[in-house]
């Protein structure tokens, strides 16, 4: 697969809350440089990345993330980020499912919760993160059905907050068990550009990573 490929389909990441302006700015770099498909920074750092890559012909779109990482905050909560994050230049959505309201079978509240995230976003792209180690398959499944019935455009693995990322595993299932219009990212512990590839040949159709991106730039940097 050709690396431009790969490189187009990554969300370069960095999320951990210690991030200075400084670093976000050079991942901003780096995606531009790249032609990552978006970054995907805090909500803090929405308005100034989008202001500082307007207007570049490199441009790449600003993803943020709401609801972060436990999914726990209620649903006013979330729209409310997500609008905020909108008003401030966000083309994309990352939101957390509410995990516990899973487990207790409330599935047409998770769906409601999306779909009122989904209006906040003003037809920007919405994600749904659903913390694959939480789940068991049948509530993995569950959820591919539900983020098919809504209005929601992909599924995502994990934060990469939790207990663990992405697996194969989990983006096959994803892949088999959600509609084919709506996509699969796979996010969490991307570690290499085989992996990469293999999520890619599994159906993912994003890659939420800090590391694909490290990875290209530390082979320029020893030649290869």
């Known amino acids: 697969m050709e690396l ?5 389909l990554v969300d370069h990441t960095l999320l951990k809350p210690e991030a200075t302006w400084a670093q976000i700015r050079d991942i901003c770099d780096d995606a531009m440089k790249y032609h990552t498909a978006t970054v995907c920074i805090p909500a803090s750092y929405v308005r100034a990345c989008h202001d500082y890559m307007a207007g570049r012909p ?15 905050s209620t649903t006013a909560a979330k729209v ?82 939790s207990t663990a990322g992405a697996t194969f595993e989990d983006v096959a299932l994803l892949r088999e068990h959600t509609d084919a219009h709506k996509g699969v990212k796979a996010a ?23 590391r694909i991106v490290k990875l290209v730039k530390n082979e320029e940097a020893s030649g290869y």
């Open 188 to 210: 969490g512990g991307i570690a290499s550009l085989a992996d990469a590839e293999r999520f890619i040949e599994l159906g993912a159709g994003r890659l939420g990573t800090s």
């Open 4 to 8: 431009q490929k790969i490189l187009s």
């Open 58 to 72: 490199d441009r790449v779109g600003v993803c943020t993330v709401i609801g972060f990482p436990t999914g726990y």
């Open 80 to 161: 409310f980020e997500a609008a905020d994050a909108v008003k401030n230049g966000a083309d994309e959505i990352d939101m957390v499912i509410n995990i516990g309201m899973l487990k207790d079978g409330r599935d047409d509240e998770v769906l409601a919760e999306i779909n009122a995230v989904k209006a906040a976003c003003e037809g920007r792209v919405l994600k749904v993160i659903i913390e694959t180690c939480l789940l068991t398959k049948e509530e993995k499944v569950r959820m591919c059905a539900i983020v098919s019935r809504s209005d929601a455009d992909f599924i995502k693995t994990s934060t990469g907050f």
